[in-house]
T-cell receptor, first 110, second 114 residues
Framework: KNEVEQSPQNLTAQEGEFITINCSYSVGISALHWLQQHPGGGIVSLFMLSSGKKKHGRLIATINIQEKHSSLHITASHPRDSAVYICAPHSGGSNYKLTFGKGTLLTVNP | DTGVSQDPRHKITKRGQNVTFRCDPISEHNRLYWYRQTLGQGPEFLTYFQNEAQLEKSRLLSDRFSAERPKGSFSTLEIQRTEQGDSAMYLC????????????FGPGTRLTVL
């Protein structure tokens, strides 16, 4: 069993729809990152959270440490949101290395 | 642009050749990470430096792989005797205690081994 499971693997939405991507993990963690990767490889960190909820523009991330689950929500989705979204917890320790999910490919159609 | 640069962006090589990649992190970042990403998968951890010290290496990093970070600034990742299975995107990321745990990623080097 993978340490980090994301669902769905692929998601197609119409512009304006509310999007939810889920992440479950099996390891104990100290924080979790949501990352965005556009075609061509570049990865951008969207959120790092260790409890509760964070909001940045149309993006909202939540985490439940006890249930080992996090969600990324996109409100009023737009075609420019099309990308791969990756959940990456890190288990603490002194190196803070990340363990990555396989990612969710989001396509938002106009 | 995150401030982390990698060179080259693309590398095509023949099996058996040696290749070297470079990563220039954000200047004040003392932590540097190398990850590898194959098609359709999330990245996987390869190795971690704190300043010039290489503090952790993944089992994925076989004897053909070596990484250095002289003087705690830029880092190089060398692959000797490349194999077709080495074809992947090699990503570098850096962070610092004052940025919390947020890692800033470079654009990656895409390696194709023919």
């Amino acid at each position: 069993k993978n340490e980090v499971e994301q669902s769905p693997q692929n998601l197609t939405a119409q512009e304006g729809e509310f999007i939810t991507i889920n992440c479950s993990y099996s390891v104990g963690i100290s924080a979790l990152h949501w990352l965005q990767q556009h075609p061509g490889g570049g990865i951008v960190s969207l959120f790092m959270l260790s409890s509760g909820k964070k909001k940045h523009g149309r993006l909202i991330a939540t985490i439940n440490i006890q249930e080992k689950h996090s969600s990324l929500h996109i409100t009023a989705s737009h075609p420019r949101d099309s990308a791969v979204y990756i959940c990456a917890p890190h288990s603490g320790g002194s190196n803070y290395k990340l363990t990555f999910g396989k990612g969710t490919l989001l396509t938002v159609n106009p | 642009d995150t401030g982390v640069s990698q060179d080259p962006r693309h590398k095509i090589t023949k099996r058996g050749q040696n290749v070297t990649f470079r990563c220039d992190p954000i200047s004040e970042h003392n932590r540097l990470y190398w990850y590898r990403q194959t098609l359709g998968q999330g990245p996987e951890f390869l190795t971690y430096f704190q300043n010039e010290a290489q503090l952790e290496k993944s089992r994925l990093l076989s004897d053909r792989f070596s990484a250095e970070r002289p003087k705690g600034s830029f880092s190089t990742l060398e692959i000797q005797r490349t194999e077709q299975g080495d074809s992947a995107m090699y990503l570098c990321a850096s962070s610092t205690g004052t940025s919390g745990l947020t890692q800033f990623f470079g654009p990656g080097t895409r390696l194709t081994v023919l």
